[in-house]
């Protein structure tokens, strides 16, 4: 069975511009849950989509924004790109809401020069 | 929101030594994940346990929610052990995302 799938592995971008992630889930997986991992703040909770809409944010500006597809995939966009959105960004599938186990993808690298 | 702690922050052990890593929360969780990092970022689930104690080959984990810590325990490591592990508890009713400590950073040197 496929586990969580991301793209880009790596993307470069300039400060101002937009960078948009994509995120797989597991088959039969309907929860998706995106995370950042900055170089001295740790793993934080950035979005978590369940059945196609926004449930919870964590406490970023609103320039972090994304969605989700009818068929569970994710797509995370970063607009006005700054210096510190450099990070992993972690992409995380469960079945269903509640306090099921959560599955991790590889990650995308953002770098913003 | 939950606080999490782990400690110790950093452990160097040779190989074949075992270990403990342990977890606090302040608060009480409905669920708990153990994950360790890869040094490529990946994270790979070793353990969902809300409560009791599971073993899985060499290692094992044992919360107790009513006290509100989580032990990870390492046992014969090897130096493919080596990387960041991670404690990350639900955060709550209603809130469903992990909130992760800051890891235990484990070298396993031969």
């Known amino acids: 069975e496929a586990g969580v799938t991301q793209s880009p592995t790596h993307l470069i971008k300039t400060r101002g511009q937009q960078a948009t992630l994509r995120c797989s889930p597991i088959s039969g997986h309907t929860s998706v849950y995106w995370y950042q991992q900055a170089l001295g703040l740790g793993l934080q909770f950035l979005l978590w989509?369940?059945?196609?809409?926004?449930?919870n944010r964590g406490n970023f500006p609103p320039r972090f924004s994304g969605r989700q597809f009818p068929n569970y995939s994710s797509e995370l966009n970063v607009n006005a790109l700054e210096l510190e959105d450099s990070a992993l960004y972690l992409c995380a599938s469960s079945f269903g809401a509640r306090y099921n186990e959560q599955f991790f993808g590889p990650g995308t690298r953002l770098t913003v020069l | 929101g939950i606080q999490v702690e782990q400690s110790p922050p950093d452990l160097i052990l040779q190989e074949g030594a075992n270990s403990t890593l342990r977890c606090n929360f302040s608060?009480?969780?409905?669920?708990l994940q153990w994950f360790h990092q890869n040094p490529w970022g990946q994270l790979i689930n070793l353990f969902y346990i809300p409560s009791g104690t599971k073993q899985n080959g060499r290692l094992s984990a044992t919360t107790v929610a009513t006290e509100r810590y989580s032990l990870l325990y390492i046992s014969s490591s090897q130096t493919t052990d080596s990387g960041v592990y991670f404690c990350?508890?639900?955060?709550?009713?209603?809130?469903?995302?992990?909130?992760f400590g800051k890891g235990t950073k484990l070298s396993v040197i031969p």
């Open positions: 608060d009480s969780v409905n669920n």
């Open positions: 990350a508890p639900h955060s709550g009713a209603g809130s469903y995302q992990l909130t």
């Open positions: 989509y369940d059945e196609g809409e926004e449930r």
